[in-house]
């Protein structure tokens, strides 16, 4: 249960990294990046949601889930490159 419950996590980390990026992406009108990031998605989303409903023990697998979407959004949305500010000349 204990490797299930990090394979989530790690999974659902990447997962929730993947669909940040895909509404940065999407949000800048990149549409080629933001559709291979959704399959991407989509692809690791699905495979999560079949393995916890597969399990008979699945309340540990959707904290592992849950925490993991967090830690996802946080790194990419830490991770996302900031549009530089120009200083004035006073």
Known sequence: MLIKFLLILIIGTAET???????LRAN???AINSSIM??????IYL????????DTNTN???VAYVLACGIGN??????EKKPKI???KN
């Open 17 to 23: 990294w993947c669909f940040t990026k895909w509404s």
């Open 28 to 30: 800048k009108q990149r």
């Open 38 to 43: 959704m399959m991407i998605y989509m692809t």
């Open 47 to 54: 495979k999560i949601l079949d393995s916890i409903f597969k």
């Open 60 to 62: 540990i697998l959707i």
């Open 74 to 79: 946080y790194i990419a949305v830490k991770n």
């Open 86 to 88: 120009k200083k004035r």
